[in-house]
């Protein structure tokens, strides 16, 4: 658990709806027992099936379709630490405490009957409790259970205003100020403040990336802000950009390996989200995301070095132009993907190496920033 502090005025509203909703679900529970009816609970189904994509929001929503937990004697043991995890919610924000995912779990030893045997069953059930409480615009850190993951690394044209977790005081962030480091964006970004004057956020799939284009500062020439993935982002990196894109209203391009999984897992998860976690889109994507590359497009013209695609790779592009709402609403990437199919390649970032180590930063990137418009959508 971390140390208690002072709250912003933003932050008790949420507190306070968070507590509203967690006590309207026990005093629901509580009478229909008085009523000596089975107390239940209604999930939302989170599965690509119950997904929609609304082109104008610009993000994944939940459809409508719901499971319903009913306490029989078979889910008895699930639907009390289902109770005991929205109560140790409750008391992590009349405390203004948090515990990490791990913590959570270690708290359920003290629960009896209702503790949890591995972690996986208490992730599970947090999960099921923020998609419960994600139909009131709430997510898992405002029930104050965050991540342990690491955020993404942030460098360039952009100043981060947070605060001292015990004073409130402000506390001035320069991402330009790092040296050969970066800014590392924390597990919750709510409180966060930005300033900048940058034209862009560029996103970057490999740390390798990232660091050849900080080290030589490719922010300043571009006057941009660098930030890297690491991968698919993690929540804390999406709801960063989300944030920052929407608040200084700057455009994020997407500049990750040209394959299947850089495509329709990375990207699409950053733009759009998942179909697994599409109840808390509305946080933690990032509709103002385009794709700069790499596209298949660019093997050809850059005479890119590849590797064969893998069995796993086809099938993800064919799952995706066949069943993704992203994918099919958008002909360009439904183009793209079968072209990479056609040419049964796939290339990475470093790619471009082939061509000279700078030559990302020196030909690559300024080439293609001149027509942000041809960027996939």
């Not at 109770?83 to 959570?104: G, P, Q, Y």
């Not at 709510?190 to 490999?206: P, R, Y």
């Not at 993800?316 to 439904?334: C, G, S, T, V």
Request: some cysteine; overall charge positive; hydrophobic content about 40%.
């Amino acid at each position: 658990m971390a140390r208690r502090g002072r709250r912003t005025a933003a932050q008790t509203a949420i507190d306070k709806k968070v507590i509203d909703r967690i006590t309207e679900q026990a005093r629901d529970v509580y009478n229909r027992i008085r009523r000596l009816k089975k107390p239940e609970l209604s999930f939302p189904i989170r599965s690509l099936s119950n997904v929609r994509y609304d082109v104008r929001k610009g993000y994944f929503e939940i459809g409508r379709a719901r499971k319903s937990r009913t306490l029989t004697v078979g889910t008895v043991r699930t639907f009390a630490q289902t109770l005991r995890m929205m109560a140790l919610s409750k008391e992590l924000v009349e405390t203004n405490d948090f515990a990490t995912k791990r913590d959570a779990y270690y708290q359920s030893k003290n629960w009896e009957e209702a503790r949890f045997d591995a972690q996986e069953e208490s992730d599970a059930v947090m999960d099921d409790i923020e998609a419960l409480f994600s139909t009131s615009g709430l997510n898992r850190e405002h029930l104050r259970f965050y991540p342990e993951e690491k955020g993404g690394d942030i460098a360039g044209r952009l100043t981060v205003i947070d605060r001292d977790w015990e004073t409130g005081k402000k506390i001035r962030i320069d991402c330009t100020a790092f040296g050969s480091g970066a800014y590392s964006v924390p597990s919750s970004v709510e409180h966060l403040e930005f300033e900048t004057k940058a034209k862009f956020i560029l996103v970057i799939e490999t740390g390798g990336m990232f660091q050849r284009l900080a080290a030589h500062k490719f922010w300043r020439r571009a006057n941009c802000i660098l930030v890297s993935m690491g991968g698919v982002p993690t929540r804390a990196c999406r709801r960063f950009l989300r944030r920052l894109s929407e608040e200084k209203k700057i455009p994020v391009y997407a500049f990750v390996d040209c394959d299947p999984y850089g495509i329709a897992n990375i990207y699409r998860s950053l733009k759009v989200g998942s179909g697994n976690a599409a109840h808390i889109s509305r946080f933690f994507s990032v509709p103002a995301a385009r794709f700069l590359g790499v596209t298949p497009q660019d093997i050809v013209d850059y005479k890119l070095p590849t590797h064969p695609l893998k069995d796993v790779d086809i099938k993800r592009a064919k799952d995706a132009l066949k069943n993704d709402p992203f994918f099919l609403h958008h002909k360009p990437w439904q183009r793209a993907l079968e072209l990479l199919l056609k040419m049964g390649v796939r290339a990475e970032q470093q790619a471009l190496a082939k061509w000279g180590l700078n030559y990302v930063m020196e030909e690559y990137l300024p080439r293609k920033l001149k027509n942000p418009k041809a960027f996939l959508p």
